[in-house]
């Protein structure tokens, strides 16, 4: 069959609520500068009430990455459960507005549609309370074989490792887009997500996975130890590519015996680093799937992550298309 998709990503379809934060306000709400921490419905309201006024946007891992892919101009696609409701319905018209392809059908009768509530302190960081809801109903009936089929890139969330019915929706995909002859890539989201999971994913990566994307914390922590060249060396030795960014440092790329460490893109002040890896994947990825150079991919990566991070949201305000051609890239 003809290709249809650049990348297709599956992962936690997501409305973000973003407010800026005191300090005092995540010391007075016990949340923990810097992390992601489930909630559920009851807590959400709780903190949505306290919360500074902000935007909502859509969001999710995911669904942030196949944002920026099309902006780079990709064709893409995506997965992942909504409820029937009306953030669900904002989610849907968000994903179709922006060119992709995104046709799972919505819940009816469960949870509602997931949201993640985000603080955001003056130096940028964001602190992430998140109920999943509708989100963790995504199974391996929702697996899109035609569109996984069809994809270069198939590209999967983390965090859908935890529900024990996305994991078996993993694994739906990956034998599909191993079966087409697609490459597979998995971003691992989040520490916690590596420390309860550890097992299980190491052993992923080692059977299906081609590209593995980790920030520094959660390739040390995946492998157990504070050495992060030994940890970059342990990825690299069980996937194909490890592309792991390192904040302001910029990132790591490494595949076989080559290591290539590419700079962050300058940025002149930081408002916000929510989506920044997601952006960094999504460069990558288009790069990867238009046959560019490592290091090229991960120069987009760079360029796409400085981008979003000039701005409150996870998501590209500009054409990161004409930001590359004018850059060069």
């Given at each position: 069959?003809?290709?249809?998709?650049?990348?297709?990503?599956?992962?936690?379809?997501?409305?973000?609520?973003?407010?800026?934060?005191?300090?005092?306000?995540?010391?007075?709400?016990?949340?923990?500068?810097?992390?992601?921490?489930?909630?559920?419905?009851?807590?959400?309201?709780?903190?949505y009430a306290r919360m500074a006024a902000g935007v909502e946007t859509s969001g999710g891992s995911a669904g942030n990455t196949i944002a920026g892919i099309a902006s780079l101009g990709g064709r893409a696609a995506y997965l992942g459960k909504v409820a029937s409701d009306q953030l669900g319905e904002?989610?849907?018209?968000?994903?179709?507005?922006?060119?992709?392809?995104?046709?799972?059908?919505?819940?009816?009768?469960?949870?509602?549609?997931?949201?993640?509530?985000?603080n955001v302190t003056p130096d940028g960081e964001r602190t992430m309370c998140t109920y999943l809801g509708a989100s963790t109903q995504f199974g391996a009936d929702d697996v899109?074989?035609?569109?996984?089929?069809?994809?270069?890139?198939?590209?999967?969330?983390?965090?859908?490792?935890?529900?024990?019915?996305?994991?078996?929706?993993?694994?739906?995909?990956?034998?599909?887009?191993?079966?087409?002859?697609?490459r597979i890539a998995i971003t691992l989201s989040d520490a916690f997500v590596v420390e309860r999971h550890r097992e299980a994913l190491l052993g992923f990566i080692k059977g299906q996975v081609d590209i593995v994307f980790a920030n520094e914390v959660e390739v040390t922590a995946l492998f157990q130890t504070d050495d992060f060249d030994a940890?970059?060396?342990?990825?690299?030795?069980i996937t194909d590519i490890a592309a792991v960014?390192?904040?302001a440092q910029g990132s790591v790329v490494a595949s076989g015996a080559s290591t290539h460490a590419v700079p962050a893109e300058p940025v002149e002040k930081v408002v916000d680093t929510t989506g920044a890896g997601d952006q960094y994947a999504a460069g990558f990825l288009f790069g990867l799937s238009q046959g560019r150079a490592l290091p090229d991919c991960a120069r987009l990566g760079a360029m796409a992550a400085a981008e979003v991070i000039s701005h409150y949201g996870p998501r590209p305000q500009v054409s990161l298309r004409d930001l590359a051609a004018s850059k060069g890239l």
């Open positions: 069959m003809t290709q249809l998709f650049d990348v297709a990503a599956i992962g936690n379809a997501i409305v973000d609520v973003i407010s800026p934060a005191a300090e005092a306000f995540l010391a007075g709400e016990g949340l923990a500068k810097g992390s992601m921490a489930l909630i559920d419905e009851d807590r959400g309201n709780q903190l904002v989610f849907i018209h968000d994903m179709r507005a922006i060119g992709a392809t995104f046709d799972t059908p919505a819940l009816t009768g469960g949870p509602a549609t997931a949201r993640c509530l985000i899109d074989a035609a569109v996984v089929e069809n994809a270069a890139i198939l590209y999967l969330e983390g965090y859908l490792f935890d529900p024990e019915e996305a994991r078996r929706a993993f694994a739906k995909a990956a034998g599909l887009a191993r079966g087409a002859g697609r940890a970059v060396a342990s990825l690299a030795a960014t390192r904040g």
